[in-house]
């Protein structure tokens, strides 16, 4: 794929492999390939997939499965509410501040609705944004 940095994807096509290997790493159901592609392909009623990636050295290393309604982010999988916490597959919890970084700087909005306040995500949100 590529060397470094984010990457968005707008469809399913060509990232499940790189999916599949990060989730092996350990991740929760709701954040299998197969999961999200299910999810997406019954739900997705004018619903644009915007998969938020980050490479490292060719390696997917970050991976979370939104979609995109009216320049609002929610996680695949929400709306209908079959979902019950917001999670993102990653290597290294300090990739999470550059995706929390990158979302601030395309000003989209973020559905805060799933996400687990105990969370190292929620906490980052909070001192990122808040601090």
Not at 49 to 55: A, E, Q
Not at 114 to 126: L, M, Y
């Amino acid at each position: 794929m590529i060397e470094q940095g984010f990457k968005i994807f707008y469809d399913f096509s060509d990232i499940k492999p790189y999916w599949d290997e990060l989730y092996a790493k350990g991740g929760n159901y709701n954040l299998s390939y197969n999961w999200c592609y299910i999810w997406y392909k019954n739900f997705s009623k004018s619903k644009r997939p915007y998969i938020i990636t980050f490479w490292q050295n060719k390696k997917l290393v970050l991976l979370a499965p939104f979609y995109l309604k009216n320049n609002r982010l929610s996680l695949i999988g929400t709306k209908p509410d079959m979902y019950d916490e917001f999670g993102i597959l990653c290597d290294d919890v300090k990739i999470i501040d550059r995706l929390i970084d990158y979302i601030l700087g395309q000003s989209l909005e973020m559905n805060f609705k799933h996400v687990n306040a105990e969370s190292v995500f929620a906490k980052k949100i909070v001192n990122v944004v808040f601090l």
